[in-house]
């Protein structure tokens, strides 16, 4: 079988790319493994450059039609465990603060997402998707992929690794990984939600916390922090003592929380971080969580796979169009792509030790942190830039010192506002767009 670009994995990344190439007219094909749609909750937050990728390939209005629009996520700290939750004070991320119109982040269930890409991409000619096709390694510089009984050999000019975390081309690859573990593990489930929870929610106390993000058709995704190794013993305990600690976190989840009728439906997550050392080798390039895993406090992973479809996807589309088949191109795609995701890796492995131990357990340290970070200006905006994925605006020493509460924070009317030179440029994205003509190879 011959195709231009292989695409191993049909999930978002997979997907996306797929779909970015079959839109210039460019043979791919896709093979993913799993049978049917499965059930196995994963990223469902889309963060704001995601939007905007949705946006630039049409997508947007079946996407937010589909979701559930998120302004805010709010923060409260439970230090007092007899304080009425209403009465404690609440810190607000508000993405808000971001240039109209990607000022806002989206909920949609992960399955649903997938299915807009797929029936997209399937009204192109040269998009195919083979499922359930499992990919089994090379073989003389050709896919080996399993279709039904049969063993088939795809000849591609491309190898996309979009496979996820258990990637087989990247143990292929050899490229090296540094791995963190963490000492929590967490459960996560979709229930539903009480019609006034209609924005992001991070309840913790010194032992755990509780994220609540609304998904549309009124149900809620929870993450919720429990130590590792105590899943077993949690099941043991039975769902009335899982339904207790979500309402010591949040008693307005009464009559909600209860509707999960069976241990089935709770997930156990387990966060990892990785980050390999090079995305491309030869003709084969690895993306999404193939490439990196990141840790789920700041619901990144999904955009991090997307936004690399994005980048690879345009690269892979200009190559062909000039005819510019070389690995220095090829390579523009990692130079984009990896710092940008390192930071995202830094920021979500900063935010989950401040829910590992010991720092879990200090709550006013962590408020403290959290006052400064939503109620100084430029340390909020910074925080929601970085997170939304538009562009990259460094903490400095100045930063760090307001956020610990060393020096004052700076006051609200004092008119700061995003520094536009911070937020990508097209050029940024894209760099291949601005070579000169006798620079293009
Ligand atoms: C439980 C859980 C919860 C998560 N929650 C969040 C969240 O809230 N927010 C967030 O942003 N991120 C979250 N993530 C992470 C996010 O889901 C991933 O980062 C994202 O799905 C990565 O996309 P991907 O396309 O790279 O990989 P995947 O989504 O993992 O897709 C890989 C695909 O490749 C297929 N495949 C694997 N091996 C083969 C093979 N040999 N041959 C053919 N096909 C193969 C798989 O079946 C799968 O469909 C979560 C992840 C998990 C597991």
Redesign the pocket.
């Known amino acids: 079988m011959r195709t231009n670009v292989l695409v191993?994995?049909?999930?978002?990344?997979?997907l996306t790319v797929a779909l970015k190439l079959a839109k210039c007219g460019i043979g791919v094909t896709v093979?993913?493994?799993?049978k049917g749609s499965v059930h196995?909750?994963?990223?469902?937050?889309v963060q704001p450059k995601t939007l905007q990728i949705f946006d630039s390939i049409g997508l947007q209005s079946p996407v937010l039609k589909k979701g559930h629009v998120i302004n805010d996520i709010d923060i409260v700290e439970r230090k007092n465990r007899s304080a009425p939750i209403d009465d404690l004070p609440v810190q607000s991320m508000s993405y808000n603060v971001l240039p109209h119109p990607f000022h806002h982040a989206l909920m949609i269930p992960?399955e649903t997402l997938k299915n807009i890409l797929l029936e997209e991409a399937m009204k192109y000619p040269s998009f195919q998707y083979i499922q359930p096709?499992?990919?089994l390694g090379f073989s003389n510089g050709q896919g080996r992929v399993k279709i039904g009984k049969e063993e088939v050999l795809i000849h591609a000019d491309y190898y996309i690794s979009?496979?996820?975390?258990?990637?087989?081309v990247r143990d292929e690859m050899d490229l090296g990984k540094k791995e963190k573990k963490y000492d929590h593990h967490f459960l996560?489930v979709t229930f539903p939600r009480p019609p006034t929870l209609t924005e992001g929610k991070i309840i913790s106390n010194n032992h755990t916390f509780l994220g609540l993000f609304p998904l549309p058709g009124e149900m809620v995704r929870s993450?919720y922090l429990i130590p590792k190794g105590s899943y077993k013993r949690m099941i043991e305990e039975g769902l009335e003592e899982f339904y207790k600690k979500y309402l010591e976190l949040c008693p307005s989840l009464d009559g909600y929380v209860q509707q999960i009728d069976s241990w089935k439906k709770i997930?156990l997550?387990i966060p990892v971080h990785y980050h390999v050392n090079h995305y491309v080798k030869n003709n084969i390039v690895l993306?999404?969580?193939?490439a990196h895993?990141v840790h789920?406090m700041a619901?990144?992973?999904?955009?991090?796979?997307i936004q690399d479809a994005d980048v690879l996807g345009e690269l892979l589309c200009w190559m062909y169009e000039h005819n510019k088949h070389s690995n220095d191109f090829l390579l523009l795609y990692e130079k984009v792509r990896k710092p940008r995701v390192q930071h995202i890796l830094k920021l979500s492995h900063l935010s989950a030790l401040a829910y590992s131990r010991p720092l879990r357990s200090f709550v006013s340290w962590r408020n403290k942190v959290m006052e400064q970070l939503t109620s100084d200006p430029i340390l909020h905006i910074k925080h929601m830039l970085n997170i939304s994925g538009l562009g990259i605006w460094k903490e400095s020493i100045i930063d760090r010192a307001i956020q610990t509460g060393v020096v004052p924070k700076r006051q609200e009317d004092e008119g700061f506002q995003l520094d536009k030179r911070h937020l990508f440029t097209e050029i940024e994205d894209y760099p291949w767009r601005g070579m000169k003509e006798e620079t293009k190879g």
């Open positions: 191993i994995g049909g999930g978002v990344g997979g093979v993913e493994q799993s196995l909750y994963k990223g469902e937050l992960h096709a499992r990919f979009a496979e996820g975390r258990k990637s087989k996560t993450v997930q997550m993306l999404g969580d193939a895993s789920p619901g990144e992973g999904m955009n991090l796979a």
